[in-house]
């Protein structure tokens, strides 16, 4: 009869422990970790990305923080941590969503914003304050990119 109730609780922490871990992969959403294709350079706060696959994601930091690591395609290089502050939208989209400031002269355009598909919070580039006044004053455009994208600049998937 002891033996059959100590099967039980190892059945039971088994099932407890394939539980935790189920959930602890599905971590994606957590981390925002989104995989975005730039056809031409573009500029985030500090640096000049080529045109290429870069993967976004929120660090691993306190919750009030907001930064964002960038990373190659795959993840094993890292090209920048970048400070934000949040953001919002009215309406939430299916599709991940990015503003760009056109600079125009043969400068690239600069990344503004990244929300996450389906949130209405997201993240704003902090540029130095010269800077953010010139990139308030250029042409804006944000663009919806999904794993269908056309005409546009990015393209995004998850």
Do not use: C, H
């Amino acid at each position: 009869m002891e033996r059959i109730n100590k099967l039980y609780m190892i059945f039971g922490l088994a099932i407890a422990f394939g539980l935790f871990f189920g959930i602890a992969a599905n971590a994606d959403e957590m981390d925002q970790a989104t995989t975005m294709t730039f056809s031409a350079p573009v500029q985030i706060p500090g640096k000049v990305l080529p045109a290429g696959s870069y993967l976004f994601k929120l660090a691993d930091t306190e919750p009030n923080l907001n930064v964002v690591r960038i990373f190659n395609a795959d993840g094993t290089k890292l090209y920048g941590t970048v400070q934000t502050i949040p953001a919002e939208r009215l309406e939430p989209s299916g599709d991940t969503a990015v503003k760009l400031a056109e600079q125009g002269s043969g400068k690239p355009d600069a990344l503004l914003t990244w929300f996450y598909p389906g949130s209405l919070m997201g993240n704003e580039f902090v540029y130095p304050r010269g800077q953010e006044k010139e990139l308030a004053r250029d042409s804006q455009r944000t663009l919806m990119v999904g794993a269908k994208t056309t005409n546009s600049q990015a393209q995004a998937g998850e």
